[in-house]
């Protein structure tokens, strides 16, 4: 093979480097820094791709259900601190803003509790090919430490378009025992290629309401697997640490359980994943920039959007998009980092989205020449969502901005908008535009909820009060092109399908 440049992305930074190419050998040993979290590969494009990996001290995550903190607040009038059942019932407060402590496990530490996977400082080195070949392409080695989790990020370019490709992470370095990582990617096809795309979306993974703690999680990760995805899109809400993240520690034990449960740490290593963020994996609900509260003790949301793009692969913007081929593109967008109060009065200066993300969204989408674009929304556009919400596009408080997205898309065919948040799947069209939404649902029947089953409004085309997942697949004709939606509940049945097809352009 011949000698590729690629760029190196630590958790410090980017550096230019050059690839060479051997023969890779590697061993396994009891002894070394592991990898109990997995890795993940994400930021997928034609020539380029993003690995993000984590080195451990153990190599399995510690199982110990009974050691798990708790938190109480302070009730001021009384000076007794009690759990949240407390104000809920006393004062109607589901997120009291007031002084928190964590009752942590008797004779436990944040690395014991149930679930840790502890870091360890080491270093990282990547090994790559091209699918079917025999030489490994050599990523120089990065150095990790508690500055960033233990976590570091590569980022490989000049890649083939279409092609699928493998990857080995080794840690330690020669003069040390090594263990070994194994995983797999597959490239977009340029703009100028059709080619069949077939990917899942999904949302909401609240680690308390695991539908398959024996085996690892969350059912969907392994039927989302048996239908060979391309690639996922998490919509945000990887984790939630609204009731037990107070600190940093605490946030950063909060990501090891969810990311060392072992559904997901076998899923990630065969499919790459477009990470969103949403309020409860930055911070807590319905969270902004400028949330003020002792609700979250010592933990921030500045920490938490830190944390954020030390756990998953990410790009320099949070919103970004994605070509796969000629006939579809995807925008995912960032829903916390600009937004304002929900409490401003409506108009050109309440905003999720912020002025910039805005005029990059109205630009690229305008200049697309995609078959099908599909918006991804951590939360809904359309709706129809619950009267009494105030935090996203479809509800009265962001109409402005949310009326300004929905004239912006009406105008051009096959446009559809994807979004999580939402504890239930839905289809809706809205009524003045005629645009679809397609809501994923959570990954269980446990989470699923926020909306009755028999409320179904004039924009529903579907709704079902379950978890599950939501499939994408682009097809190819002789003379069209197809895109059908599928959702599927938690074991991967379908439960609703809805399809739209487009002229096939073949000049």
């Not at 990996?53 to 199982?63: F, G, K, S």
């Not at 601190?81 to 007031?98: S, V």
């Not at 120089?140 to 493998?166: R, W």
């Not at 951590?378 to 596009?393: E, L, S, V, W, Y």
């Amino acid at each position: 093979m011949q000698r590729r440049k690629f760029i190196q992305q630590s958790s410090f930074g980017l550096f230019g480097t050059i690839a060479v190419t051997k023969h890779f050998q590697p061993v396994t040993n009891t002894n070394a820094p592991f990898f109990a979290t997995g890795i993940k590969t994400g930021e997928i494009t034609a020539h380029s791709a993003i690995v993000w990996v984590r080195l451990t001290r153990e190599a399995a995550r510690i199982t110990n259900p009974s050691k798990v903190p708790h938190s109480v607040y302070l009730d001021e009038s009384n000076g007794e601190w009690h759990t949240t059942d407390y104000f809920k019932e006393k004062y109607k407060q589901d997120r009291p803003n007031r002084n928190v402590k964590v009752i942590m496990p008797e004779g436990s530490e944040v690395y014991d509790l149930d679930g840790a996977t502890r870091g360890i400082a080491g270093k990282i080195q990547l090994f790559y090919k091209l699918k079917n070949t025999n030489n490994w392409n050599e990523m120089p080695s990065i150095q990790v430490d508690d500055s960033t989790d233990f976590a570091g990020q590569f980022k490989l370019s000049d890649l083939k378009p279409n092609s699928e490709y493998q990857i080995k992470l080794v840690s330690g370095d020669k003069k040390s025992t090594q263990n070994t990582i194994e995983g797999k990617f597959k490239t977009a096809a340029t703009a100028k290629e059709s080619v069949p795309v077939n990917f899942m979306v999904t949302t909401c993974h609240e680690y308390n309401d695991q539908d398959d703690p024996q085996g690892g999680g969350f059912k969907i990760f392994n039927r989302m697997l048996e239908l060979n995805p391309d690639f996922l899109v998490h919509t945000g809400d990887v984790i939630y640490h609204d009731q037990l993240s107070k600190n940093l520690a605490l946030a950063r034990w909060n990501w090891q359980r969810m990311t060392s449960l072992s559904n997901a740490v076998a899923f990630y290593k065969q499919v790459p994943c477009y990470f969103m963020k949403d309020d409860h994996d930055t911070w807590m609900n319905d969270c902004h920039p400028k949330t003020v509260t002792k609700f979250m003790g010592d933990f921030t949301f500045n920490q938490g959007l830190e944390l954020f793009k030390q756990q998953v692969p990410n790009s320099e913007l949070p919103y970004r998009t994605f070509r796969w081929g000629k006939d579809l593109q995807i925008w995912l967008v960032d829903g916390r980092e600009y937004r304002t109060s929900e409490t401003l009065p409506d108009g050109p200066d309440k905003t999720i989205w912020g002025k910039e993300q805005m005029k990059w969204f109205k630009e690229t989408y305008q200049s697309s020449d995609a078959t099908f674009k599909i918006l991804i929304s951590a939360t809904p556009i359309i709706g129809p969502d619950r009267p009494q919400k105030k935090d996203n596009h479809s509800n009265k408080s962001f109409s402005y901005e949310g009326d300004m997205i929905r004239n912006l898309i009406a105008g051009y065919e096959n446009t559809i908008i994807i979004c999580g948040d939402r504890h239930w799947q839905y289809v809706s069209q809205h009524r003045q535009t005629g645009t679809y939404e397609f809501a994923c649902g959570p990954a269980s029947n446990e989470h699923a909820g926020g909306w009755k089953k028999d409320e179904i409004l004039p924009e529903h085309q579907y709704l079902n009060i379950v978890g599950g997942f939501l499939q994408v697949a682009l097809s190819l004709d002789t003379d069209k092109v197809n895109l059908t939606l599928t959702h599927r509940g938690v074991d991967g049945n379908k439960l609703f399908e809805k399809q739209f097809m487009q002229k096939r352009d073949v000049s």
